[in-house]
């Protein structure tokens, strides 16, 4: 499958906000473990929602370019199955 430039670096955005997620609430919960293990695992899920964030933008980013690459390719099958009727209805005309 053919990817766009745009698509690419939509792709590696949304693996580095997946990092990002990651590497938030990890290093909260360990920065906060000393408060208590309950306190640490609220701040490991504060620490992931900037990126959980980016992972939900991105992801739709890339949902509207899967839905505009198969919206245009269902456009150029209507237009095909046009064509066809139209060259159907125009030599069922020459024969009347």
């Known amino acids: ?3 766009s430039f745009t698509e690419s670096i939509i792709s590696f955005l ?3 906000s997946w990092a990002l997620v990651f590497l938030g609430a990890g290093l909260l919960f360990w920065s906060f473990l000393p408060f208590g293990i309950i ?3 609220m701040a ?4 992931s929602l900037l990126g959980l964030f980016f992972v939900v933008i991105l992801e739709l980013a890339s949902l509207q370019y899967e839905k505009h690459r ?5 456009t150029d ?3 095909a ?4 009727m139209e060259s159907s209805n125009n030599a069922s005309l020459r024969d009347n």
Not at 44 to 47: A, D, H, K, S
Not at 81 to 84: G, P
């Open 1 to 3: 499958m053919k990817h």
């Open 14 to 16: 949304l693996g580095a």
């Open 39 to 41: 306190i640490a695992l």
């Open 44 to 47: 490991g899920i504060v620490g």
């Open 70 to 74: 198969e919206l245009k390719r269902q």
């Open 77 to 79: 099958i209507l237009l």
């Open 81 to 84: 199955i046009k064509e066809l």
